[in-house]
Structure formats: C-alpha cells, structure tokens
C-alpha cells in the first residue's frame, strides 16, 4: 500500500465518525452509572463555588472505575459556575513520580519558576508558597495515582499541601488524592492520612450491563451509525466485566477492533475483530506485567520457562523449578531466597495469571504442586528477554 493510499483509507474511514472519543484521556459529556460519585463529589467541593476550601477528598477504587474522569468533570463544572477564582490541578504521580516533580508541576502551573531540577524541596516549597498566595483563589490540587508518589518518595508533598493553608492568607489549597490501592496509606504520616481523608470516596467496579450502556454511548460518539452491533458490544463488555470491572479494558478492546476493521477496511466491526483486539491487549498486558518483575520473580519465571520449553513432556514440579532456580542463581552469582519463598513466588505467577499451579496428589508420596505456563511461550520470551541479564546469560529470545 502506498503512503497515499493509506492516508487516503482513513480519512475515508468506513467505521469512524470521531476517533478521539474512544480515547482514554477524552472525558465524555456524560458519565452514566456514576452518579452517586458525581453528586457526592459536587457536594464536597460545592462550598468552592463561594469562596470557601472545600474538604480533602481520597478517591479509592479499581482501575478503570471513573475515579480520573469523574473528578475531571466536577472539577470542569465547577469552574465554569465559580464566582470567585477557582482552579484546579491534574498532575498524575505515575508519569511525575518524584517530590519535586510533583511540586515542579504545580509551580508550572502557578507560573512560579522552577527549574527542571537542582534546587531544594525546601525551596520549592517557599517559592509555591508566594505563587499559591499571588494566585488569590481556590486551588484543588489532585493527585492521581498518588500511591506511585508515596510509594517512592514519601508523603512530604502531601504534609506540605495539606498544612500549606497555615501559611496562606488570601488562597486556599484542598487536596484530591486518587488511587487505587488503598496498601500505600500505610505509608502515610497519622495526620497527613487523617487530612487527606477528610472525605473519601469509594468507586464499585461496573457490572456488564453498565459497561455495554456505556460503551453504546461511546460508540455513538466515535463510531459510524450502524458499524458496531449490540452483541459486539454485549461481548465486549462481558471480557471486560470478569477483568474487575474495567471501562478503560472496555474502551481500550473496541478502540483496537475498530482500528483493525478499519485497516482491514471493513465496514463493521465484528466479534472476529473484538478477538483479535483482545488477544493483542492480553499480549501486551502479560509481556508488561514480566518486564517489570522483580529480577527473583522473572528468574522463577525463567526456570519455569526453560523446563517447558526443553521437557515439554514433563510435568514441572516446584522441586524441578526450585532446582532450576538455584541452578540460575548460581551462574548469576546470586544469593537463592529460599524455597518457601519461591512457593510464594509461584503463587503470585499463578494469580496474575501468567502460569497456572495445581496441587496433585502423588499417593503415598503426597502432594506437590504442578505447574504449567498461562499465556503463550512467546510473550514470556519476549518479556523476559527485555531482561539484559536474562537475556544474555540464558540465551532467550
Ligand atoms: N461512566 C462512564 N462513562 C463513560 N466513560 C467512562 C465512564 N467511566 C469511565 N469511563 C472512561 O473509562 C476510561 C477509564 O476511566 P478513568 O481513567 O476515569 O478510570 P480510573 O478509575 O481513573 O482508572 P485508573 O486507576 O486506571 O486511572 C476513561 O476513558 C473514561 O473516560
């Protein structure tokens, strides 16, 4: 196909009408089956609209729950009927997940100077502090996926936001902090946890019923009339239902077997189209969840690949991984962890389901656990090999 032609297919797209509204980062006009959380949200934040700090508010629930958008848009309508200044701040922990480029953002967003980096913490703070009075209003600041933040880093940004009120006299600061897992308040300082959760906020995963309504709506915005059929949506919605609950697994399978029905230049999207979309998302979700294990856990993984792949015929038992393992660890030159550890290692493989664990029992023998690889040989390949170390020792990929 030449370049022409390819332009020439999509801008002359069979199945879209606005690609953009099944991207994840479009926050749509209408957000059904929340409107609990958008009317409790509103009250929170309503005395905004007179001048008045509104209470911190923790936002907690799965992935894929609403809790971005839903916060989004509050905060949009809001700001459109304040009569004195309001104005908020997104900054997501995930992509600045250090302190100062936490509170970098929020001096950019102030147009307090800042550089990149160098200075200290200390006089970041004092900087925000001059540019958060200057700005003379109500400011929400929230913190999406602040887990990542605190995680790493601590809870200094949110002792500072949450005391920054002291200091101020003619602004006032409130707090959002989004995420979904709730382990990191462990990490948290007794008052800045106790301030931040002034308000909190639970969102429930969506059920089918709820996702294909509002996958529908979606799909009227971004899609043709007529290209996508409600048992395309009834299946989509039904994957992403056993997945927690997931809009954005939802969204993120119809925006892919779109984009494969057009490049195909059809002009429906069809239940064929839904799974080929839906195996590319699962590859790419079990490569990912490998490149980022810890080095013990690809090394178990590792083990468990190479007797698969070199012993097909045999059954993998945890006494074959563990010496498997140590055999790895050793040409390492690493100290093994030890076996009950490996055990626990091979269960959280089998939760996320990237293998699959039974117990058999061997008769007089007892029991022992066998073990087989969850998704195919070549995505573990791939994520392992991402490995420098694995690669190059173990000669995969
Ligand atoms: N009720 C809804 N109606 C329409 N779209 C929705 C609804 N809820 C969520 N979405 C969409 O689903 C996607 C994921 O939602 P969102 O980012 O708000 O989830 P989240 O709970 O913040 O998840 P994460 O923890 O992954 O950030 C977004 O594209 C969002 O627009």
């Known amino acids: 196909m030449s370049i022409e032609e390819i332009f020439h297919q999509y801008l002359d797209s069979k199945v879209f009408r606005d690609r953009e509204k099944l991207l994840p980062d479009y926050v749509p006009e209408e957000l059904p089956h929340r409107d609990e959380q958008i009317v409790t949200l509103a009250k929170v934040l309503a005395p905004a609209l007179t001048g008045s700090r509104p209470s911190n508010v923790f936002i907690y629930g799965l992935t894929g729950t609403g809790k971005t958008a839903v916060t989004k848009y509050v905060l949009r309508k809001i700001r459109e009927k304040a009569q004195h200044k309001v104005d908020y701040v997104y900054i997501n922990c995930r992509q600045n997940n250090t302190s100062y480029r936490v509170l970098a953002e929020l001096a950019k967003h102030l147009g307090v100077k800042v550089p990149f980096t160098g200075l200290a913490l200390g006089e970041v703070m004092k900087r925000l502090v001059q540019g958060l009075e200057r700005h003379r209003g109500i400011i929400v600041v929230v913190l999406d996926e602040v887990d990542n933040l605190v995680k790493r880093n601590g809870d200094d940004v949110l002792y500072f936001l949450t005391r920054v009120n002291e200091e101020l006299t003619s602004s006032k600061v409130s707090v959002i902090g989004i995420t979904n897992d709730l382990k990191f308040t462990e990490f948290l300082d007794a008052r800045v946890k106790s301030s931040l959760g002034e308000e909190e906020l639970v969102f429930p995963p969506y059920n089918a019923v709820q996702l294909e309504d509002i996958l529908r709506r979606r799909a009227r915005e971004a899609l043709k009339d007529g290209v996508v059929d409600d048992e395309v949506l009834k299946k ?162």
């Open 236 to 397: 989509v919605a039904a994957i992403a239902a056993r997945q927690n609950g997931d809009c954005r697994l939802a969204l993120d399978i119809l925006l892919k077997a779109a984009d494969i029905a057009d490049r195909e230049g059809a002009d429906k999207i069809t239940q064929v189209h839904v799974d080929k979309a839906r195996n590319e998302i699962e590859k790419n979700l079990a490569v990912d969840i490998i490149k980022t294990m810890p080095l013990h856990v690809k090394l178990v993984l590792a083990s468990i690949y190479l007797l698969s792949r070199d012993n097909s015929s045999r059954m993998i038992t945890t006494g074959l991984i563990y010496d498997k393992y140590k055999e790895l660890a050793s040409k390492l030159g690493m100290e093994p962890v030890t076996s009950r550890r490996i055990s626990d290692i091979i269960n959280e493989l089998d939760i996320v389901g990237i293998i699959n664990a039974r117990v058999i029992s061997l008769g007089r023998y007892g029991r022992t656990k066998v073990v087989s690889i969850g998704v195919p040989l070549k995505n573990v390949e791939e994520g392992l090999a991402s490995d420098s170390i694995l690669k190059t020792l173990f000669g995969i990929g």
